[in-house]
């Protein structure tokens, strides 16, 4: 089983910029698959919804129309890292902000990308609120 846990949330104000981490390892130690990782969030009241998601090999990107250009996904395969960088924060992005894994190929980006059902391993979250 892998074990993601996210770091970086907290209070910032509108326009401001954030930073989340996440870091995907096993109790045991013993090495794991992985082919991409993603990112969702969860509003007060909202369901959860995807934000966006980096291919392991190729470093290929998916985001959301919501925070397209506004935020940035990047990983570090040697730490099995994944970063979130989220620029010009408004107040709709407050919400608990969760990363998963997903440990087989999804092939390219697609709607597939977005589907909670096609990860594997999900962090406990950590959130982020954004004040005016």
């Known amino acids: 089983q892998v074990q993601l846990v996210e770091s970086g949330g907290g209070l910032v104000q509108a326009g401001d910029s954030l930073r989340l981490s996440c870091t995907a390892s096993?109790?045991?130690?013993?090495?794991?698959?992985?082919?991409?990782m993603g990112w969702f969030r969860q509003a007060p009241g909202k369901e959860r919804e995807f934000v966006g998601r980096?291919?392991?090999?190729?470093?290929?990107?998916y985001y959301a129309d919501s925070v397209k250009g506004r935020f940035i996904i990047s990983r570090d395969s040697a730490k099995n890292t994944v970063y979130l960088q989220m620029n010009s924060l408004g107040q709709e992005d407050t919400a608990a902000y969760y990363c998963?894994?997903?440990?087989?190929?999804?092939?390219?980006?697609?709607?597939?990308?977005?589907?909670?059902?096609?990860?594997?391993?999900w962090g406990q979250g950590t959130q982020v609120t954004v004040s005016s």
């Open positions: 980096i291919s392991w090999r190729g470093g290929t990107t």
């Open positions: 998963a894994v997903n440990q087989k190929p999804l092939g390219p980006p697609s709607s597939r990308w977005g589907r909670e059902i096609e990860y594997d391993s």
């Open positions: 096993t109790a045991s130690g013993r090495t794991f698959s992985l082919y991409g």
